[in-house]
């Protein structure tokens, strides 16, 4: 499986960015796909999960009401609508998948480039 990550870039306080998660290969052994993201000097966080087949969703408290994950399964693409972004979103976003449903930095089995956000104040 390949992941392929995009939509990122500059924006100010407040403003929206969609990113973009494209999968190809076997995606028939993904069962959730999730964003991270990871600023300088800090650990990689899970902010947001999405089971496959489902749709069920999970959130960070820290991004829930901002952010919004989805699928569209007929495109194998992962989306992450940001909205009402702070500065403090700063970061290189990335997206990951597992094949199991836990999803985390540690057990993700395919991992996207990394595509960076930076919000200015």
């Known amino acids: 499986v390949q992941l392929q990550a995009s939509g990122g870039g500059l924006v100010q306080a407040g403003e929206s960015l969609r990113l973009s998660c494209a999968a190809s290969?076997?995606?028939?052994?993904?069962?959730?796909v999730g964003w991270f993201r990871q600023a300088p000097g800090k650990e990689r966080e899970r902010l947001a999960t999405i089971t496959w087949s489902t749709g069920r969703a999970y959130y960070l408290d820290a991004v829930e009401g901002r952010f919004t994950i989805s699928k569209d399964k007929a495109e194998n693409t992962v989306y992450l609508q940001m909205n009402s972004l702070k500065p403090e979103d700063t970061a290189v976003y990335y997206c990951?998948?597992?094949?199991?449903?836990?999803?985390?930095?540690?057990?993700?089995?395919?991992w996207g480039q990394g595509t960076q956000v930076t919000v200015s104040s």
């Open positions: 290969g076997s995606t028939a052994t993904i069962y959730a």
């Open positions: 990951a998948a597992s094949k199991g449903l836990l999803l985390t930095a540690r057990n993700a089995h395919y």
